[in-house]
């Protein structure tokens, strides 16, 4: 009995201790946190709505094929003959569940201009290189699209190095190449959108996008989705942004020929990311970056996906910031560390304060205890009960864009498999949000003080912000990727047969590109 009575006293103090000032002011931080993201999430909302609308508005208005531009006369043969030349280059690691419909939706892409595709990979041992070209033979004629065997990477990360023999190889005339990663799933209009708003203002420097995840139902997959969807208000601004993401990059091509900005030096002398090191290359040179309404990618997460996998994830999104080029990119990453730390667990602390508050509400409710030994604890609990009001909120706003977001890439893709919100588990995400915030701070620590990272098989060591070891050992390394759940490793990988979306993939592109153009 002393033992139980002990317990209560130390829950009741324990929550008398968190109504003093600064835990008042932590779990109000909480709530603010929660009703800031709420807003941001619902601006974002509001930009892709708008979107909808105006397509919508659109087809009413006559103009079926709105999903692909705004008019109409955009789709005439003698504006389609003047569109730019661009090369898509896209770095390939691994094959997996669901790289073949990405491949797909990426190279039946409606552009109406000359367009040539390349894929890129390490070695012919790549899973990946069998599987892509075998689709690229099921597509001959109908594409322009190669493999090109990049070789090793010596003095950047390997994604950056293929990107650059990427680069390298494209066609002389290209005047854009967008770089695309394997694991998003694209529009047939977005490489039409990217070069329209790119023709509009020469201005950019970059044009940009960003993933919608679709969960695969494990507590790993749920915590990606919960991990990027901050930064997702950061690209639904409808034109300039600071943000960018590597999945979807388009650029001018010349910026590489000629290293304008240093963009190739600085990528490829000890560079590990290719989108924060671009961005911060844009910040430095007062370059501008812009990400289109529509710019939203089906990103489907590998069903398989592990707790442990997920946290290598983690790992590699907080290593990026031990990497930089400059003194103010050090300073920069630096902030984002300390402030991402801050509000991480800023975010996490209230709950564990509010679950002392409820707990210690229950046992009063239970013993029976006077009003005086409970004038604290009540106010405790309506610090909780307003925090549950908030995280509701939250949750409710991030279930908005998602709708809309699924929404508005059902109607840019017309012929694809209908995404669906039903199959969101948002308790699981609640959970995710506290497991995500709860391990950020501990990750970055961890990569702050390793200084090294394995990224698909391949350990990267970073001295001064650059790469300057790279170790390969197939023995000592993951077999599968981290968010596609792709084999790393194996001379070949199955492919499906052909199907009823195979043909209309084939159809699309000889819609797109009923000609073959020279190179």
């Known amino acids: ?27 109000i931080q909480g709530c603010v946190i929660c009703l800031t993201l709420a807003i941001g999430w619902a601006f974002a909302a509001y930009v892709r709505k708008r979107e909808i609308n105006r397509i919508e508005d659109g087809i009413k208005g006559g103009n079926s094929f709105a999903f692909l531009c705004h008019d109409i006369n955009e789709l005439e043969h003698s504006n389609q003959v003047n569109l730019p030349r661009v090369s898509v280059v896209m770095p390939l690691k691994g094959f997996g569940e669901h790289n073949l419909h990405n491949w797909k939706s990426q190279i039946t892409s409606l552009y109406g201009g000359p367009i040539e595709f390349l894929f890129v990979v390490e070695s012919t041992e790549d899973p990946a290189y069998h599987a892509v070209s075998q689709l690229i033979t099921e597509f001959k004629g109908d594409v322009d699209a190669r493999v090109i065997v990049a070789g090793l990477s010596t003095t950047c990360s390997q994604k950056i190095h293929n990107q650059l023999v990427g680069v390298e190889n494209m066609h002389k005339d290209s005047k854009y190449v967008l770089f695309l990663d394997d694991d998003v799933r694209f529009h047939p209009g977005s490489i039409g959108v990217l070069t329209t708003e790119m023709e509009k203002n020469p201005e950019i420097f970059i044009q940009t996008g960003y993933p919608l995840d679709l969960p695969s139902g494990t507590l790993g997959s749920y915590c990606i989705y919960e991990y990027h969807m901050p930064c997702s208000m950061g690209f639904a601004t409808g034109g300039k942004t600071f943000f960018l993401w590597g999945g979807c990059m388009m650029m001018h091509a010349d910026d590489f020929r000629h290293d304008n900005y240093g963009v190739v030096s600085g990528l490829r002398d000890g560079g590990y990311s290719d989108d924060m090191t671009l961005a911060a290359i844009a910040g430095a040179q007062k370059r501008l970056i812009t990400s289109p309404p529509v710019a939203v990618f089906p990103h489907p997460i590998a069903s398989d996906l592990t707790f442990s996998r997920y946290w290598n994830y983690l790992r590699k999104q907080t290593f990026v910031l031990e990497s930089y080029i400059s003194t103010v990119n050090w300073l920069m990453n630096r902030a984002l560390f300390l402030t991402h730390f ?10 564990f304060m509010a679950m002392v508050h409820v707990a210690a509400a ?3 409710y239970i013993k029976g205890y006077s009003y005086g030994e409970t004038t604290c604890t009540s106010g405790g609990l309506l610090l909780a009960i ?12 991030m279930w908005n864009l998602t709708r809309i977001e699924v929404q508005l890439c ?35 620590f961890w990569s702050h003080f390793s200084q090294t990272i ?41 492919t499906p047969k052909a199907s009823l979306l195979g043909s209309l993939g084939r159809s699309l592109a000889h819609w797109h590109q009923p000609k073959k153009y020279d190179v």
């Open 1 to 27: 009995m002393s033992a139980l009575h002990s317990a209560d006293s130390f829950l009741l103090s324990l929550s008398r201790a968190f109504c003093s000032p600064l835990a008042v002011f932590i779990q």
């Open 342 to 351: 801050y509000l991480s667990w800023g975010f996490v602390a209230p709950y």
């Open 362 to 364: 229950l046992q009063i």
């Open 386 to 397: 307003w925090l549950a009001i908030c995280t509701f909120t939250e949750l409710l706003s």
């Open 410 to 444: 059902n109607i840019l893709s017309p012929e694809a498999p209908k995404l669906s919100l039903d199959y969101y588990n948002w308790s699981m995400i609640f959970v995710a949000m506290l497991v995500d915030n709860f391990l950020y701070p501990i990750s970055a």
């Open 454 to 494: 394995n990224w698909s098989g391949i350990r990267y060591n970073l001295k001064n912000g650059k790469i300057h070891k790279i170790e390969r050992n197939k023995d000592k390394g993951p077999e599968f990727t981290d968010l596609g759940g792709k084999h790393l490793y194996g001379k070949k990988a199955a």
